[in-house]
T-cell receptor
Framework: DAGVIQSPRHEVTEMGQEVTLRCKPI?????LFWYRQTMMRGLELLIY????????DSGMPEDRFSAKMPNASFSTLKIQPSEPRDSAVYFC??????????????FGPGTRLTVL | GQQVMQIPQYQHVQEGEDFTTYCNSS?????IQWYKQRPGGHPVFLIQ?????EVKKQKRLTFQFGEAKKNSSLHITATQTTDVGTYFC??????????????FGTGTRLTIIP
C-alpha cells in the first residue's frame, strides 16, 4: 500500500497567487481530513469528509480556503488568494470506518507551503 | 470549544532515563489517541484508549486514560535515541460513533542526550 499521497511536497508562491494542494487517500478509506500545522497554532483540523461529503468545515480559516472531494480517491485544498500567514505544513489524513472510538488516522507526508 | 493541553512542552532526557507526557482536556473525552511525529515527518498513530481508567502497554510505552476521561498520559521507560520526536495526544468528545473529529494537543517534544 502506497499510503496517503500528497502533492506537491513543497510549494513556494507569492502573495495573491492561487495554491492548490492535492491528496490521494488510502484505497478503501472513507474519511479524509485536512490539517494545518504551524509552530504557533499546532496541528489544526481544517475540514473533513465522510464518503466524499464535507462533514465539518468549521476549522477553515476564511473564505479564501476551499476544499473538494470529487471522488473517493482524490481531494483538493485551495487557497485563493494566498497570504504569508498561510505558510504552514498541510497534512492530509485518511481513515476507514472504525470499529470503536475515532479510529486510526493515516497521515500523508505533508505539503510545506511558503507564501512570500 | 474543546481544548487539549499537554505538559511539558519540551523534555530533554539522558538516554536510558524515563519520560512522561501528560494530556489534559477541558471537556470529557469519548476516547483519546496518541501520535508520534519525528522531526520533519508526519504524525503516526500509536494507540487509542476508549475506556475510563484504561491502561495499555506497547513494549517500553505505557498509556493511561484517566478515570474521568479528561486526562491521559504516555510514559516511556528507558528512552532510546529512536524515541526522539513530538508526542501528541488527540481526543474526541461527545458520542462514540467514529464520526468525531480529533482535537490535537499542543504536543511534547522529546530530545535525547546520548
Amino acid at each position: 500500500d502506497a499510503g496517503v499521497i500528497q502533492s506537491p511536497r513543497h510549494e513556494v508562491t507569492e502573495m495573491g497567487q492561487e495554491v492548490t494542494l492535492r491528496c490521494k487517500p488510502i484505497s478503501g478509506h472513507n474519511s479524509l481530513f485536512w490539517y494545518r500545522q504551524t509552530m504557533m497554532r499546532g496541528l489544526e483540523l481544517l475540514i473533513y469528509f465522510n464518503n466524499n461529503v464535507p462533514i465539518d468545515d468549521s476549522g477553515m480559516p476564511e473564505d479564501r480556503f476551499s476544499a473538494k472531494m470529487p471522488n473517493a480517491s482524490f481531494s483538493t485544498l485551495k487557497i485563493q488568494p494566498s497570504e504569508p500567514r498561510d505558510s504552514a505544513v498541510y497534512f492530509c489524513a485518511s481513515r476507514s470506518t472504525p470499529l470503536a472510538g475515532a479510529g486510526e488516522q493515516f497521515f500523508g507526508p505533508g505539503t510545506r507551503l511558503t507564501v512570500l | 470549544g474543546q481544548q487539549v493541553m499537554q505538559i511539558p512542552q519540551y523534555q530533554h532526557v539522558q538516554e536510558g532515563e524515563d519520560f512522561t507526557t501528560y494530556c489534559n482536556s477541558s471537556t470529557t473525552l469519548s476516547n483519546i489517541q496518541w501520535y508520534k511525529q519525528r522531526p520533519g515527518g508526519h504524525p503516526v498513530f500509536l494507540i487509542q484508549l476508549v475506556k475510563s481508567g484504561e491502561v495499555k502497554k506497547q513494549k517500553r510505552l505505557t498509556f493511561q486514560f484517566g478515570e474521568a476521561k479528561k486526562n491521559s498520559s504516555l510514559h516511556i521507560t528507558a528512552t532510546q535515541t529512536t524515541d526522539v520526536g513530538t508526542y501528541f495526544c488527540a481526543g474526541t468528545g461527545g458520542s462514540n460513533f467514529g464520526n468525531e473529529k480529533l482535537t490535537f494537543g499542543t504536543g511534547t517534544r522529546l530530545t535525547i542526550i546520548p
